[in-house]
């Protein structure tokens, strides 16, 4: 759980970052967007190759956001339901990412530890799960701390986001939510 110190620490962090920081593609940004009127509210539609996810809000209406996805070969597609929330979650790869890339998670070989939530977590502030069948897929829609990897397909296979749009996203969204991923 992430304290308030943490919280106000990487609040003052954010605040001070100087105004070159890095900025999202508009077209990334949150906008409300026209959708195909048959599409039933109340749902999740991610788009890998365009970098989009919708939550359909109305008949007719999404609310769209930007994402980075994942790697060729590594990436989710298919029907889920978000079966679980966290905020500020904690994080461990899976064993097929330690041994895909030793470099990067060396720390989590042949040990049990877990990264826990804060604003250094690679989730981010907020994940939604993704499950199939009742069960997890291991597969999250969540924060990032690589905003640039936003319209790209970059990460070991989930959905991520800039964290305040992953924050207004999982205020949205109640488990059971079905997730179609193209």
């Known amino acids: 759980m992430i304290t308030r110190r943490t919280f106000v620490a990487a609040a003052a962090a954010t605040a001070a970052m100087p105004a070159y920081a890095f900025e999202v593609d508009p077209i990334y940004r949150p906008q409300k967007v026209s ?26 209406q999404a609310m769209r956001y930007g994402v980075g996805v994942g790697k060729a070969g590594l990436e989710f597609t298919g029907s889920a339901k978000i079966g679980a929330k966290k905020e500020w979650p904690t994080w461990r790869p899976t064993q097929e990412m330690i041994e895909r890339d030793p470099g990067a998670y060396g720390k989590f070989k042949d040990n ?71």
Do not use: W
């Open 35 to 60: 959708m195909k009127a048959d599409l039933e509210p109340g749902q999740i539609l991610i788009l890998p190759r365009a970098h989009f996810l919708y939550f359909v809000d109305a008949p007719g």
């Open 112 to 182: 049990d530890y877990v990264q826990p939530g804060g604003p250094s977590n690679p989730l981010g502030a907020r994940a939604l799960y993704l499950f199939q069948n009742g069960r997890d897929t291991f597969f999250r829609i969540h924060g990032t701390t690589s905003p640039r990897s936003i319209g790209r397909s970059v990460s070991n296979g989930c959905i991520r986001m800039i964290n305040e749009h992953v924050m207004d996203l999982y205020q949205r969204v109640p488990l059971g939510t079905p997730v179609t991923v193209l």
